[in-house]
């Protein structure tokens, strides 16, 4: 069970600082000396801002608890929650007593260095410590991604929101207004989130409308529709064992029980998904979790979409059978990457920390997390609640289910003429319009990517709805609208 949850911010500038430093401080956060002097196992989300051996190795000498196992995961904003499944199952199976798991970004202090021609130095550990072991990266990119330089999630979950819009039968207008409301919904969330980074409510058309601190990114999502990684953030969560817990003399008021979780993927190649507007892996793991536990979604109380861009919650929503605008139970319980942060490959640790928080004060209630790496690809889930689960943990990869979806042949090479899937239009910090990525689906029914750099076409698709229009394909992937 989880039995400590601890978050920290670091809002004033701090050279010195490091994600080891915020790790440490949400330990402490987490729980007192005594509980994390037991940690036996320490487990390290990831991390962008500082490079080290063995971070596990220094926060566990750092809190007392220098022989603890370590370990070290791959990228992934699924990550955090795939590791409290993997510890549940470990401290079921008597592997480990005591976990931690933590991840710390100081990205925001490591970015006004480098302007200022500095750099954020971590700490030196010895070149006899070994790197600790980290699974292998999945490929999330493809040579038909490649070729046209599509690789930046802020272009690829814009061509999922257009795919949302022209599924529904909006106007690019429409679209963006409501798109704007939610992500104004998730920031009043925010505002009444102690750890969130930004907590000011901010009106919708001041979201979906570009203005001059908050320029359009990639069309049609503006910069308060991106994640927000400019910022230092750490966040630390301990399982372990009713026993433990108890010989530990961990307060009962602490205690928040993972009752089951799940996880899957969908195509790593985007190219080859059956629909840019669906998950079959968000659909079949988020049913697979509720019926672990025998519970339906109407009998979740608090849930946390994972949320860096609208197209990831709007897609997650669909599946799981949520309203996008319930208010008695918003889709948030932090305010989303945008308000409460984007710590890269961290957030879910502080949504999971969040929502223990909320479940602590409201006991009886039932949260679901769900988490997302990748390009809407990697995905875990996890239900939660303070009442004793009437069976032990449990946990499905549901892979193969997910595996047996229909799929779309992409294209490496394709030439031809198609019709325009959907699209999204990157620009420049001067506002113009710099190019157009498009999916392009073939006349026999397979998807070609593509990149459209004719200046006047780029311009011209952030005012027209080019859904279904004809496009002519190279074979080096350049494009043009007919």
Known sequence: MLVGYGQVNQYDENPGSEPVDLMEAAAREAADARVLEAVDAVRIVNLLSVRYRDPGLLLAQRIGAPDAVTGYTPIGGNIPQSLVNQACLDIQQGRSGVVLIAGGETWRTRTRLKARGERLAGTQQDVSVPMAPSAPEFTMAGPAELRIGLVAPSHVYPMFEQALRIAAGESPEEHRRRIGELWSRFSHVAQGNRYAWSREAVPAEQIWQPGPDNRMISWPYTKLMNSNNMVDQGAALILTSVGKAEQLQIPRDRWVFPYAGTDAHDTYLIGERASFSGSPAIRIAGRRVLELTGLGIDDIDAVDVYSCFPSAVQVAARELGLALDDRARPLTVTG?????????????????????????????????????????????????????????????????????????????????????????????REGAAEKVFVSVRTPSGSRALAVITDASQAEASTREDIAGAKVTVNADGTAGLE
Not at 363 to 383: D, W
Not at 389 to 402: C, I, T
Request: aromatic share 10%; net charge negative; glycine share 10%.
């Open 336 to 428: 989303g990457l945008t308000f409460a942060g984007g710590p890269w490959n961290n957030y879910v640790s502080h949504s999971i920390a969040t929502m223990a928080e909320r479940l602590a004060a409201n006991p009886g209630q039932v949260g679901l997390v769900t988490a997302n790496g990748g390009y809407l690809t990697k995905h875990s889930f996890g239900i939660y609640s303070t009442e004793p689960p009437v069976r032990e943990f449990r946990w499905e990869d549901v892979q193969s289910e997910v595996d047996a979806e229909p799929t779309v042949t992409a294209e490496d090479e394709w030439s031809g003429t198609g019709t325009v899937e959907s699209w999204t239009t990157p620009v420049t």
